[in-house]
């Protein structure tokens, strides 16, 4: 008894603990807080199935949405995630991480307009925000190169010439391709995802697909660091 409570994780016991909460009060607010806990151990279908369960008494909690975006996002349901992103910025038209996810969607299907009015409508709650301006400048830099059709130039690559050579060969018979790629981030293996994307991108630098996967995966990775 003393053993297995030992090698239980502070995750695991905070699991325990707001399930008993709602086991007792099922229309309490701890389904968020649970559902925080089940992304934190990337139980993402049970956080789902929490979430939605929550949210039939509570429409309208913030929260929640924004979590059931992120989730949905997290196991690439795309669409639903920005459907309740959406949501989420109709209640909230302040509400930062929901605007940042959006625009990290919207950026990786090149719809950089969309992108940037979502960036310029936060920016009003955010004066003097210098991530979000960043931000700003780069998609303005993205229009115009859609716009005018302009091939990326060997910038975006020179930075893997150091690191990655351009003849890798494939390792345990595996060949680098984007599928290999897309498996890993489904995975949530996004180290081995970069490190597949980056030859990908030596080797055609004028794919802007893979430029825009690249920076997705790593936007994926440093929220996956930071939790």
């Not at 995750?11 to 649970?34: A, G, M, T």
């Not at 995630?81 to 940042?100: G, H, S």
């Not at 984007?178 to 949530?188: G, H, K, R, V, W």
């Amino acid at each position: 008894m003393f053993r297995s409570r030992q090698n239980k994780t502070e995750l695991d016991i905070l699991e325990e603990k707001y399930e008993k909460q709602l086991e007792h009060s099922p229309d309490s607010s701890s389904f968020v807080l649970l559902a925080e806990v089940l992304l934190k151990k990337n139980k993402i279908e049970k956080a789902i199935s929490i979430l939605l369960k929550g949210l039939r008494k509570n429409k309208n909690m913030v929260t929640a949405r924004f979590l059931l975006g992120k989730a949905y996002y997290q196991c690439w349901k795309i669409d639903l995630a920005l459907k309740e992103l959406k949501k989420v910025t109709q209640i909230a038209p302040d509400n930062f991480a929901a605007a940042e996810l959006l625009i990290e969607i919207y950026k990786s299907e090149k719809k950089y307009d969309v992108a940037l009015k979502i960036a310029e409508n936060i920016s009003f709650y955010y004066e003097d925000n210098p991530k979000l301006e960043k931000q700003i400048e780069k998609l303005h830099r993205l229009i115009k190169a859609k716009d005018e059709n302009i091939k990326p130039g060997d910038n975006f690559v020179s930075g893997f010439r150091s690191a990655v050579d351009k003849n890798i060969k494939p390792e345990g018979g595996h060949l680098k391709t984007e599928t290999l790629a897309d498996l890993y981030i489904s995975q949530n293996q996004y180290g081995d995802a970069l490190e597949i994307m980056e030859v990908l991108i030596l080797k055609e630098p004028q794919n802007l697909d893979y430029r825009e996967k690249y920076n997705r995966v790593m936007h994926l990775l440093s929220r996956k660091s930071i939790r």
